[in-house]
């Protein structure tokens, strides 16, 4: 079975001032790489104007690209506008489901969402107390049970997760231990871990580092833009 | 005088909170009568804007930018795993 290469790369964060710049970045990407992932924070301010900017910098690529959503891109509540502006530019979104690609033959199986907070064992929020604690944990427990079933269900000859919250604290690491409850949570990875998959990327963490790994010994990559410094990361499964 | 604390999260608050930035992933340092930025942005406008927000949110201190500009370079080499 050939070597499959997966570029991904998260917050872009694109607006109009940055229109053209990505894309350039973009030009011989089928000579890199198979699959382009898009890991959240795409946009600014979560605008459909801002959408737009990120459809175009990803239309009509060589390679298929599979994106998530982010925080930013959720902060005008359009999220299921946005998406779908994506799916019109050929993008697949994924919402806490799966996708499989044929990629000369080879089936790549990518399951994501958003992801979201709570923390990391032994030091995070718990299902307990306030309507408005149990919210925001049962919201990243529903995800993740989410991602576990559709990892269950996968048919594919490789397996990546695709979020945008981080699933472990390795990738956080120069972020301010104070935030890392905001930053993902362990649910994440304990739902991949019990399924498994190849690797895990994800993005979020401005201030984070690239490499990482869960409990149960998947590779973890921060894709994060301003992490890695670069226009996207490969990584040949 | 109001601490150099609350100065200090009342603008990075700002950051966040402000439609012209939403920027979440600056540090703010006050010291004396001077307000640091740090922290790295993908253009000249957006390093001048969020000054101009950081301002306004500490009237009466001097802002020193020190925000880099981050340069997008092409994939470099990739990883086998
Ligand atoms: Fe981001
Ligand atoms: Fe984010």
Request: a negative charge; charged letters at 30%; proline letters at 4%.
């Amino acid at each position: 079975m050939r070597e499959l290469r997966i570029a991904a790369v998260g917050d872009v964060h694109l607006d109009e001032s940055l229109r053209g710049r990505y894309r350039e970045r973009l030009d011989d990407i089928e000579e890199h790489a198979d699959v382009l992932l898009l890991a959240g924070d795409l946009t600014r301010h979560g605008t459909l104007e801002e959408a737009r900017v990120v459809a175009d910098e990803f239309r009509d690529l060589p390679i298929p690209v599979v994106a998530v959503l982010g925080n930013h891109d959720h902060h005008s509540d359009l999220p299921a506008e946005i998406a779908f502006m994506l799916s019109e530019a050929g993008i697949t979104v994924l919402h806490d489901d799966a996708t499989v690609l044929d990629i000369d033959g080879v089936r790549l199986g990518v399951v994501g969402g958003k992801g979201f907070g709570g923390g990391y064992a032994g030091k995070c929020a718990s299902d307990f107390g306030e309507p408005e604690i149990k919210a925001f944990v049962g919201h990243t427990k529903r995800i993740a049970e989410r991602w576990r079933v559709a990892l269950k269900e996968l048919q594919a000859d490789r397996r990546v997760v695709l979020s945008h919250y981080s699933p472990v604290k390795d990738t956080l690491h120069g972020e301010p231990l104070e935030i890392y409850p905001f930053l993902g949570s362990y649910l994440l990875a304990e739902a991949v871990d019990a399924e498994g998959a190849d690797l895990i990327v994800h993005g979020h963490a401005h201030a984070g580092t690239e490499k990482g790994v869960t409990p149960g010994g998947i590779r973890v990559r921060n894709v994060a833009l301003p992490v890695l410094g670069r226009a996207y990361g490969v990584y040949c499964l | 005088m109001e601490a150099p604390q609350y100065v200090a999260a009342r603008v990075q608050r700002a950051l966040a909170e402000d439609e012209r930035t939403h920027e979440l992933g600056i540090r703010v340092d006050v010291r004396g009568e001077q307000l640091f930025l740090r922290g790295q942005v993908t253009g000249d406008e957006r390093r001048a804007l969020i000054a101009d927000v950081a301002g306004e949110a500490a009237p009466g201190l001097t802002v020193r930018n020190e925000i880099t500009v981050m340069e997008v370079r092409g994939p470099g080499e990739e990883e086998k795993l």
